[in-house]
């Protein structure tokens, strides 16, 4: 996860734009800052820094761990996760079900939130640290999450049987960030009391939201989804 090398200087990205309180200003309240105002940077910014090459990698508290820690095996599958999705966001475009597309957006930036909480833990950080990394402090993301939930739900097909990824590319790639996401909340597990519980939850809701966005995409691009059917040739059905 490119972005965790530069904790230090990340704020919580979902929270800086997907604030309700942000005030979107018109084109003529804009002020344009002269070069004389703007902050001189370096013309590039070198993606390595030859800090792991023993094996080590800095948390955002300044510790270093092995690559091989518990916490960098879930900032990493965070970051597969958020991958996939921009995947499915590729398979999505000019499709009927377009319209997913934001939403998917605003989760990968929350999934960078996510990161910096989980690269903060609690028993080694700051005041300072862990405020800046707190993550869904007023428990907003997992009542949003329920409610994109409820609104793609309905209309779809009830299923009566497992359901086997499929419905296409786009919702076959959404059946593949679910699992995904799945895993990344068994890593999870092991560092409960060093993350946000909103983190945590979080993770969990957004696999259910994952598969009824896989549903969803199917139905809006009318692929037929394929299910479960036992090696005897019998449909297993939950009401049986």
């Known amino acids: 996860m490119y972005a965790i090398r530069g904790l230090r200087r990340l704020q919580p990205v979902a929270h800086r734009m997907f604030s309700k309180k942000v005030e979107i200003k018109t084109p003529s309240e804009v002020k344009i800052k002269t070069p004389s105002e703007v902050k001189s940077y370096p013309p590039t910014i070198k993606v390595y820094t030859r800090t792991g090459d023993k094996g080590t990698s800095a948390l955002f508290t300044g510790e270093r761990r092995g690559k091989n820690n518990a916490v960098f095996d879930a900032l990493g599958t965070t970051d597969e996760l958020s991958s996939m999705l921009g995947l499915a966001i590729a398979h999505l475009e000019s499709t009927r079900a377009s319209s997913l597309i934001p939403r998917l957006e605003i989760i990968q930036c929350l999934l960078q939130d996510v ?43 009830v299923h009566r049987s497992f359901i086997l990824p499929s419905g296409g590319l786009a919702a076959s790639t959404l059946h593949v960030a679910r699992t995904i996401c799945r895993r990344t909340e068994r890593l999870l597990v092991p560092l409960m009391s060093d993350i946000d519980k909103e983190t945590f939850m979080f993770i969990n809701r957004l696999s259910d939201f994952l598969f009824v966005a896989a549903r969803w995409t199917a139905m809006q691009q009318q692929v037929t989804e394929k299910i479960y059917v036992h090696q005897q040739g019998r449909v297993t059905e939950f009401d049986k």
């Open 115 to 157: 990161g910096s909480n989980i690269a903060t833990p609690v028993d080694s950080a700051s005041q300072t640290k862990l405020k800046r990394t707190r993550f869904d402090a007023q428990s907003v993301h997992c009542t949003n999450l329920e409610q994109w939930i409820d609104e793609m739900s309905e209309g779809l097909p």
